[in-house]
């Protein structure tokens, strides 16, 4: 047999999302330059097709799809798709090679920090987080993955608004993984980009924390893309120069794009149910082909929530099924991301880190936190989160001892006397996607840890690894 097709299905799960007929033909402007006045009625010409557009009538009719526009304005219209998209039944709909249902990857993003929300998003920490963990718990869903999705802030802060740098108008990075860390005691393994946007900001950021990174669309652009601005000059989602293979690659250091000695894997991710870059039937044949050729293959897409995804779930099983015939040897596995990543690259298995902690005096007004782990983090230090008593949340970087080994944080007036916090959260991943969280009192430096990720204990617990 020749190696599988691991099948990621990634969800930028956003939560509900609303436009108004208005701002469909604000985007129209901003995509092709055409200034309409909005109506439903020219909406409606527009996707029949029937207005005259200079030759941009196909690449308008892909933006203005009735699919595309008919979006879950609320939890409810979500939590309904999902009591179908969930089920038994519509999973298994089309088993994979094993005899497994669909799996389902959802990569959630905090909607914070705006001044300005028209699409009317659900704002607020934890809120889409907490949402799906509580659904997929009530529904069973223990083979679905949970991971990370960050939306950059524009300038103006407003929500409906796409941004290239994870720094430059907000720390909303930082308090939404400190809260989550603080909060949940939760830690992420694997990202997808936000607008499908990487930057040598966030790739050195994702350099040091963490291993998977589900965001190239690399892919040949097509006449309908080309129409639309931004594109093909790179802005959003600029993956011009990065591998077009379904086999995933370490980056360089200077150039997310090319291949290097980054420690972290970026996979391919292109958009199904959505206006370009779209994933088709030679994309589909090509990762058949590789992985017949005995290469690691991870055949990754990207939808929204706030759109149905029952269509594009179905038209990518159609065409697994149609290409599948002509690859009889080559088997598909509907997988969670973590094991596609470590199953296709055959990476080997390590333990969780220990991150032991010890709290100690140092001084009359300042304490130690030391931090040891024999399992090298995936980074050269782990993530330091702090909540004050005031309720306000911070990070800071570590000493470092022995980078991935041992590290060391002083408390005292110039970070923080340690009677000014009321809890403390280290976290990190290892190589392989095991994540350790530990929350420690200030009060008492009684520590506690928790493992993510670890597909040893799933297995114990009668999950598929």
Excluded at 30 to 59: C, K, M, N, T, Y
Excluded at 92 to 114: A, I, K, L, M, R
Excluded at 155 to 167: I, K, T, Y
Aim: aromatic share 10%; net charge negative.
């Amino acid at each position: 047999m020749a190696r599988p097709v691991y099948v990621v299905h990634c969800v930028d799960t956003e939560g509900p999302l609303h436009e108004s007929v208005e701002a469909t033909f604000e985007r129209l402007k901003a995509i092709f330059g055409i200034d309409l006045e909005p109506s439903v009625a020219l909406l409606r010409q527009l996707q029949a097709g029937e207005l005259d557009l200079g030759g941009l009538e196909q690449a308008v009719r892909k933006v203005v799809d009735p699919h595309l526009l008919g979006y879950n304005d609320t939890w409810d219209k979500i939590d309904e798709m999902l009591a179908s998209c969930l089920s038994p039944a519509f999973r298994e709909q089309t088993v994979d090679s094993q005899g497994h249902g669909w799996v389902y990857n959802w990569f959630c993003v905090d909607h914070v920090d705006y001044d300005i929300n028209p699409r009317r998003r659900d704002i607020g920490y934890h809120n889409i987080y907490d949402h799906y963990q509580g659904v997929l718990r009530e529904s069973g869903s223990a083979q679905d993955g949970v991971q990370f999705h960050y939306h950059p802030h524009n300038f103006r802060r407003e929500a409906n608004r796409c941004a290239a740098h994870w720094w430059a108008s907000s720390d909303s990075l930082v308090q939404i993984l400190c809260r989550r860390v603080i909060d949940r005691r939760w830690f992420p393994a694997a990202h997808r980009a936000g607008f499908h946007v990487i930057r040598p900001d966030s790739h050195w950021f994702l350099e040091q924390h963490i291993p998977f990174d589900l965001s190239s669309q690399a892919v040949a652009a097509v006449a309908d893309d080309s129409a639309q601005s931004g594109l093909d000059d790179g802005r959003w989602g600029d993956w011009r120069r990065a591998p077009v293979t379904w086999e995933p690659y370490h980056p360089a250091h200077d150039d997310y794009q090319e291949r290097g000695a980054c420690r972290r894997w970026i996979a391919r991710c292109l958009n199904i149910g959505t206006r370009y870059r779209l994933l088709d039937e030679e994309h589909v044949r090509q990762a058949f082909a590789e992985a017949e050729a005995d290469r690691p293959v991870v055949l990754a897409f990207t939808n929204h929530d706030f759109r149905d995804m029952r269509p594009d779930i179905e038209g990518v099983r159609e065409l697994l099924i149609r290409v599948g015939r002509e690859f009889p040897g080559v088997p598909f596995l509907f997988s969670e991301a973590l094991t596609a990543m470590r199953e296709a690259l055959q990476l080997p298995a390590e333990p969780a880190c220990e991150l032991n902690v010890t709290l100690s005096r140092t001084g009359p007004s300042a304490h130690a936190l030391e931090i040891r782990s024999e399992v090298p983090t995936f980074g050269p230090q782990p993530w330091l989160a702090l909540r004050t008593v005031a309720g306000t949340y911070h990070h800071d970087n570590l000493d470092i001892d022995e980078p991935f080994h041992r590290w060391r944080y002083v408390f005292d007036e110039e970070t923080y006397p340690l009677g000014a916090l009321d809890a403390i959260g280290v976290a990190a991943n290892n190589a392989y996607g095991v994540t350790t969280v530990v929350s420690v009192d200030p009060a008492t430096g009684a520590a506690s840890r928790r493992v993510l990720n670890d597909p040893a204990a799933a297995v114990a617990a009668g999950h598929r690894s």
